[in-house]
C-alpha cells in the first residue's frame, strides 16, 4: 500500500512549455483533487474528481486540465506553463461516502516556470 | 460561497502553555471540518476531523477541536503546548451536497517557544 504518490518531486519549465503532473493511489479511493500551495494563499483547490470519468473545476482551474479514466489516476496537465503557476502542487484523494473519512496527501511536486 | 477564515497567519506560544489556533467557516450546508499539519518540506497530514456528534472532536498528538455550531467555529486546541508542534495547521471544510469540493483556509503558522 503506497498510499498517495506524485512524480516527479521537482520540475523547471520555460514559459509555453506543456507538461503533465502523476498522480495515483492503490486505496481504491472515490475522491482525488489538486491543490497548489503559494505562500499567504494556502492549499488552493484546481480540480476535484469524485470518481472514474468524472472532474469538476475547483477555485483555480485555468491553465490546467485533468482527466479520470481509472480510479486510480489523476493526472494534472498544465497545457502552456506561466510563471504564475510555480508553485508546490499536491494531490489527495479521500474516501468520503461515509463516516470512515480518510484523506491522504501525496509528497508534493514543486514546479518552477521561468 | 463556502469559505473557511484563518484569521492568524502565525501564533506564538510558550512551550507547556495551552494552544488555539482558530477558523471560522461559511456554508449553506452541514459541514464536515478538519484540521491538517504541515511540518517544513512534507505533505499534509490529518490530525481530526468533525462529521456529527460531539462537538469536542480529539485527534492525533493530543490535538482536540471544537464544533462550535452558533459561531460557526472550529477552532483546534492543546492543553499544553510541545516545541515540535511548530508547523503550518490548515482548516478545511466539505459541504455535504452535491457539490464535493474541500475547501482549505490560508493556514495558520505555530511557534512553539522553548
Known amino acids: 500500500n503506497a498510499g498517495v504518490t506524485q512524480t516527479p518531486k521537482f520540475q523547471v519549465l520555460k514559459t509555453g512549455q506543456s507538461m503533465t503532473l502523476q498522480c495515483a493511489q492503490d486505496?481504491?479511493?472515490?475522491?482525488m483533487s489538486w491543490y497548489r500551495q503559494d505562500p499567504g494563499m494556502g492549499l488552493r483547490l484546481i480540480h476535484y474528481s469524485v470518481g472514474a470519468g468524472i472532474t469538476d473545476q475547483g477555485e483555480v482551474p485555468n491553465g490546467y486540465n485533468v482527466s479520470r479514466s481509472t480510479t486510480e489516476d489523476f493526472p494534472l496537465r498544465l497545457l502552456s506553463a506561466a510563471p504564475s503557476q510555480t508553485s508546490v502542487y499536491f494531490c489527495?484523494?479521500?474516501?468520503?461516502?461515509?463516516?470512515?473519512?480518510?484523506?491522504?496527501f501525496g509528497p508534493g511536486t514543486r514546479l518552477t516556470v521561468t | 460561497a463556502q469559505s473557511v477564515a484563518q484569521p492568524e497567519d502565525q501564533v506564538n506560544v510558550a512551550e507547556g502553555n495551552p494552544l488555539t489556533v482558530k477558523c471560522t467557516y461559511s456554508v449553506s450546508g452541514n459541514p464536515y471540518l478538519f484540521w491538517y499539519v504541515q511540518y517544513p518540506n512534507r505533505g499534509l497530514q490529518f490530525l481530526l476531523k468533525y462529521i456529527t456528534g460531539d462537538n469536542l472532536v480529539k485527534g492525533s498528538y493530543g490535538f482536540e477541536a471544537e464544533f462550535n455550531k452558533s459561531q460557526t467555529s472550529f477552532h483546534l486546541k492543546k492543553p499544553s503546548a510541545l516545541v515540535s508542534d511548530s508547523a503550518l495547521y490548515f482548516c478545511a471544510v466539505r459541504v455535504m451536497n452535491r457539490d464535493d469540493k474541500i475547501i482549505f483556509g490560508k493556514g495558520t503558522r505555530l511557534h512553539i517557544l522553548p
Open positions: 489527495a484523494s479521500s474516501r468520503i461516502r461515509d463516516r470512515r473519512y480518510e484523506q491522504y
Open positions: 486505496m481504491n479511493h472515490e475522491y
